[in-house]
């Protein structure tokens, strides 16, 4: 496999190549030290597998990934990185990438990930799926909490907090929703109680918020 390694520090792209080197399964066929270099060499050498590091001084990797897949969509990109934040990580998820590793990672584990990736397995570090884990689970808690607040509302005061979204007054409220002006006085009194929103304006954000 064509291996193309993509890091600002000479001597650690040369550790990765003397690493690769000892693998028959894999190839290095070049060296970038930046994104533009990156994006130049992989159109040049078409790398099936790219080890990037995910901060280069012209930008982030998953802006490189993003480019080189839309030429070379088979591509595998991994990124190597000293550091992970929530954010780098989950945009280096979303450009594509098949790995995400840390460079303290040993030696044979890193190898060992590679070939998970080069048999078409997605692989992250342990201490990135943890991560992954923590947000998903908070992302799940969110939502079990906004579903049990949204149960406290009647079908008809769902939509007319839907309304309330779009800064409907009551009126146009009801004409949309063919009731009596009076009616939706009382479901948006209801609204404000069930969701213990000060005033209207309030549960419209909130509203908004929840994309309903």
């Not at 000892?22 to 597998?49: H, L, N, R, S």
């Amino acid at each position: 496999m064509k291996v193309l390694i993509v890091d600002d520090h000479a001597l650690f792209r040369q550790g990765l190549v003397s690493l690769l080197h000892a693998e028959p399964d894999f190839e290095v066929c070049g060296q970038a030290g930046t994104i533009a270099e990156a994006i130049e060499v992989a159109g040049k050498t078409q790398p099936e597998m790219i080890l990037m590091d995910y901060v280069l001084p012209d930008g982030n990797g998953a802006e490189a990934a993003r480019i080189i897949l839309k030429e070379n969509p088979t591509c595998l990109i991994v990124f190597l990185t000293i550091h992970v934040s929530d954010e780098e990580l989950f945009d280096a998820i979303r450009s594509g990438a098949k790995g995400y590793f840390l460079k303290s990672e040993p030696v044979n584990t890193l190898v060992k990930n590679l070939h998970e990736i080069q048999a078409g397995n997605a692989v992250l570090s342990p201490a990135i799926t943890s991560i992954v884990l923590e947000q998903i689970e908070h992302q799940w808690g969110e939502s079990s909490q906004q579903n049990q607040t949204l149960t406290k509302l009647t079908p008809r005061e769902l939509e007319v907090l839907r309304e309330l979204e779009t800064g409907a007054s009551n009126k146009e409220i009801a004409k949309q929703l063919f009731m009596a002006e009076n009616t939706v006085k009382r479901h948006v009194h209801n609204i404000l109680t069930k969701l213990d929103m000060p005033n209207r304006r309030a549960a419209a954000q909130w509203a908004r918020q929840q994309h309903l």
